[in-house]
């Protein structure tokens, strides 16, 4: 199916436990992102991507690692998960060169126990 | 200061009222202006973008004023499916494509 598709929907890890969220579009934009999204912080851009092999960090990296080797793929790691990253974690793509929507994906709800 | 600002709300309005949501924004070299509508549970999808000419959709209007760097969104005729939150976005100069988004403002439309 064409879109964003973001896996897995929901999950719950132990603190200190690596954890990688998976984001995937069929669309072939040059940009991806990923937000956090928290009760009284609104949506955060946690890093962004503007090609494959080019990644920046956003408003709160830190705890988090991101990698795109290819265009389509944008995964998002916790590598030593805590229980402030506990959250809603949202996936989005855009291409600028066609119009600057985002569009976003369904979401992770991510709890860390 | 937070670079998009926006009253979190909640807007408690009957349905046929008119509502106003704004919104303002830090950057002065901010260049493109949008609002997004995100329903519980789901995620973020655009309203409407934003032109300084002002610009509608129905029974939205969306306004922009680079000189206070204020954005409004403004809901006619109110409807029950119009509740939701609303957030003002803003894309950055220099970053293209780093959307920025204010925390959303809650509406809720009543019978």
């Known amino acids: 199916d064409a879109g964003i598709t973001q896996s897995p929907r929901y999950k719950i890890t132990e603190t200190g436990r690596q954890v990688t969220l998976m984001c995937h579009q069929t669309?072939?934009?040059?940009?991806m992102f990923w937000y956090r999204q928290d009760l009284g912080h609104g949506l955060r851009l946690i890093y962004y991507?503007?090609?494959?092999?080019?990644?920046d960090k956003g408003e709160v990296p830190d705890g988090y690692v991101v990698s795109r080797s290819k265009t389509e793929n944008f995964p998002l790691t916790l590598e030593s998960a805590t229980r402030s990253q506990t959250s809603v974690y949202f996936c989005?793509?855009?291409?600028?060169?066609?119009?600057?929507?985002?569009?976003f994906g369904q979401g992770t709800r991510l709890t860390v126990v | 200061r937070k670079e998009v600002e926006q009253d979190p709300g909640p807007f408690n309005v009957p349905e046929g009222a008119t509502v106003a949501f704004n919104c303002t924004y830090s950057?002065?070299?901010?260049?493109?202006f949008f609002w997004y509508r995100q329903d519980c549970r789901k995620e973020p999808k655009l309203l409407m973008s934003?032109?300084?000419s002002g610009n509608e959709d129905g029974r939205f209007t969306a306004q922009l004023n680079r000189a206070s760097q204020y954005i409004s969104l403004l809901i006619r005729d109110s409807k029950l499916s119009d509740s939701a939150t609303y957030l003002c976005?803003?894309?950055?100069?220099?970053?293209?494509?780093?959307?920025?988004f204010g925390t959303g403002t809650r509406l809720q439309v009543t019978l």
């Open positions: 989005a793509s855009s291409d600028p060169g066609d119009s600057t929507e985002a569009f």
């Open positions: 669309w072939s934009h040059s940009y």
């Open positions: 991507s503007a090609a494959a092999d080019i990644t």
């Open positions: 950057n002065s070299a901010s260049q493109s």
């Open positions: 934003v032109y300084s």
């Open positions: 976005v803003v894309l950055d100069t220099g970053t293209a494509s780093k959307l920025t």
